[in-house]
């Protein structure tokens, strides 16, 4: 057990840092399209798609172009969360302020 700890500790400590950061903002991608597109029967649940959407966002916004190559696509992917955020809470509450939780 203590071996395979540090095999998996010295393959984290080899990945460079801005590859494990755009692997966590992948992250809160998913975890914002489950709660926008939930599975048959499940509740739509807008905040907390707009926590995952709001945290990747930040992430995204803060680090910039330090993000290297991940930059653009994950700039384009908080767009597209964003947007369609707004196009499923419109749906929802054509009035603009309903949450479907």
């Known amino acids: 057990m203590e071996e395979e700890l540090r095999r998996v ?3 984290i400590a080899g990945t460079p840092a ?3 950061v755009a692997n966590h903002a992948i992250g809160l991608w998913q975890l914002a399209v489950l709660h926008l597109n939930p599975e ?3 509740p739509l649940r807008l905040a907390e798609a707009a926590v995952a959407i709001d945290a ?5 916004d ?5 993000l290297g190559e991940h930059a653009e696509p994950l700039r384009g992917a908080v ?3 964003r947007l369609a955020f707004v196009e499923i809470q419109r749906q929802v509450s ?3 302020g309903g949450e479907a939780e």
């Open 40 to 42: 048959a029967g499940q």
């Open 56 to 60: 990747m966002g930040g992430m995204v």
């Open 9 to 11: 500790r010295a393959e």
């Open 79 to 81: 767009t597209q969360l």
């Open 18 to 20: 801005v590859d494990i």
């Open 94 to 96: 054509p009035e603009g």
């Open 62 to 66: 803060a680090l910039g172009d330090r």
